[in-house]
């Protein structure tokens, strides 16, 4: 059984900083790419940022230079650290994995990012 298990979020003012954890089981990012989605109110779930083997990492335009994705191995755990937050990062933060054999889906329920001025 696949856990994705999503902490970090809060309230944080415009400028701050949060770092989000995903706490994984039953995949590891030797079998799966890992990766950061985000959903703000009234809009559709968009991409953050991934990381597969070797390290491979991809961001998004409009946070390149302020979030890094990142993975502890041996907790099986991948972090995303946000800095010089601004108001349109409020969203909800989601944890996906993604099997490279089948391409099977996975996600977490997600952690709550707000931003205020």
């Known amino acids: 059984q696949v856990l994705l298990t999503e902490s970090g979020g809060g309230l944080v003012q415009a400028g701050g900083s949060l770092r989000l954890s995903c706490a994984a089981s039953g995949v590891t990012n030797c079998d799966s790419k890992m990766g950061w989605y985000r959903q703000a109110p009234g809009k559709e779930r968009e991409l953050v940022a991934t990381?597969?083997?070797?390290?491979?990492?991809y961001y998004a335009d409009f946070v390149k230079g302020r979030f890094t994705i990142s993975r502890d191995v041996a907790k099986n755990t991948e972090y995303l650290q946000m800095n010089s937050l601004v108001l349109e990062d409020t969203a909800v933060y989601f944890c996906?994995?993604?099997?490279?054999?089948?391409?099977?889906?996975?996600w977490g329920k997600g952690t709550l990012v707000t931003v205020s001025p």
């Open positions: 990381i597969s083997r070797g390290d491979r990492i």
């Open positions: 996906n994995a993604r099997s490279f054999l089948f391409g099977t889906e996975y």
